[in-house]
T-cell receptor
Framework: NAGVTQTPKFRVLKTGQSMTLLCAQD?????MYWYRQDPGMGLRLIHY???????AKGEVPDGYNVSRLKKQNFLLGLESAAPSQTSVYFC?????????????FGPGTRLTVL | GDSVTQMEGPVTLSEEAFLTINCTYT??????LFWYVQYPGEGLQLLLK?????DKGSNKGFEATYRKETTSFHLEKGSVQVSDSAVYFC????????FGSGTQLTVLP
């Protein structure tokens, strides 16, 4: 099992450019999440999905869109990148959202917006 | 909203030293508590967890006990190794998973 994989690993964008980050999981998990990690702030939830075809906003959703067309994939889009979106992005998945349920994380994508 | 207060870093220790990283969770509900570890260049992975009061999570020599009266979940290890150098995140889940800011640990040989 590959677990949770993310593509690409690194990316540099210019302000105003768009891009899509791909997350894939092979554990048949229902729930998937996108987080951003900034220095001194831990991880903050951007968007999440509770199943194929569903999406919901997290703590910091502005400037991002997501889609979950297939159960195993969760895409994060930036339509018009801004320097404030420079961050490390992590995807995660979990089988459910019950008490004590572990989230499994991908290796991250480091995005720099110039 | 929910919040996690975690001991600030960075923390630098010599090999075989004792480690404590404090963590306190503030929430309206009754959260499960977690410690995640992030090794350099990798994603987060679960280190240990506890779902109810007085539960003790343990893994790889690390331990943490869920103290309900203070909603705390302090991470401890009796003798750290160089390979423990990483960033440690405390997290709690009453509704959604909320992370602390992380503590960078460096262990010197």
């Amino acid at each position: 099992n590959a677990g949770v994989t993310q593509t690409p690993k690194f990316r540099v964008l210019k302000t105003g450019q768009s891009m899509t980050l791909l997350c894939a999981q092979d554990m048949n998990h229902e729930y998937m999440y996108w987080y951003r990690q900034d220095p001194g702030m831990g991880l903050r939830l951007i968007h999440y999905s509770v199943g194929e075809g569903t999406t919901a906003k997290g703590e910091v959703p502005d400037g991002y869109n997501v889609s979950r067309l297939k159960k195993q994939n969760f895409l994060l889009g930036l339509e018009s990148a801004a320097p404030s979106q420079t961050s490390v992005y992590f995807c995660a998945s979990s089988p459910s959202s019950g008490r004590g349920v572990e989230q499994f994380f991908g290796p991250g994508t480091r995005l720099t917006v110039l | 909203g929910d919040s996690v207060t975690q001991m600030e870093g960075p923390v630098t220790l010599s090999e075989e030293a004792f480690l404590t990283i404090n963590c306190t969770y503030t929430a309206t509900g009754y959260p499960s508590l977690f410690w995640y570890v992030q090794y350099p260049g990798e994603g987060l992975q679960l280190l240990l967890k506890a779902t109810k009061a007085d539960d003790k999570g343990s893994n790889k020599g690390f331990e943490a006990t869920y103290r309900k009266e203070t909603t705390s979940f302090h991470l401890e290890k009796g003798s750290v190794q160089v390979s423990d150098s990483a960033v440690y995140f405390c997290a709690g889940s009453a509704r959604q998973l909320t992370f602390g800011s992380g503590t960078q640990l460096t262990v010197l040989p």
